[in-house]
């Protein structure tokens, strides 16, 4: 592997060197790693996202964006948020970005279906500093997004035609993508045929 970080949770690995990773989301605004979490960790945080402590979550603090998840609990939320907040982690995140220093990072784990996913397209930016998004797959492998929905979209705001989309369908696999609320827009499409979509959503940001 060109590209590597590993510690007591992480294992951040790709084919590609940081150089390559930081020019391809320069120019297509996301790099997929095939994994990112030892797999002790991504046990717990499977553990963690199939519990029934979960919340309906609307967006108080943006009542333009239109959706409704059901997001993890505080008090299990803090757990993965912790073990996140990583300096190493931030290095190797702020490698990848032209010139910017990530120091911060928070994360929810969302669950939804059919039936309860509305979120259309969005920024990333109604809360300062957010530089990147990750969004990490927790579903089982024998989720299959080209089928069940789920994919992952994002374009420029003034040029539709630009959309691409990702489909994020292995345990474990994570998209990271550029936030430029100037510029870009993003959204998941929603699952179809009662498929539950859960994953881990989080964004790196300067203080």
Known sequence: ????????????????????????????????????????????????????????FDYPEAPDIQGREK???????????????NPGLYAFISKLLPDEEISNFNCRIFKFTDQNYLLDWHDDGRIKNRKLSISVNLCDDKYNSELEGGEFLIREKTNHSSEKKIRNNVLGQAVVFRVLPDKLEHRVNPPVNGTVRTHLAGWFSEE
């Open 1 to 56: 592997m060109y590209t590597h970080f590993e510690d007591k949770h992480f294992s951040i690995q790709s084919l590609d060197s940081v150089q390559v990773i930081k020019e391809t989301i320069e120019r297509d605004w996301f790099y997929v790693f095939p994994q990112i979490f030892q797999p002790e960790t991504l046990k717990f945080l499977k553990d963690v996202s199939e519990s029934e402590n979960y919340h309906e």
């Open 71 to 85: 997001i993890l609990n505080k008090k299990h939320a803090i757990k993965v948020s912790l073990l996140m907040k």
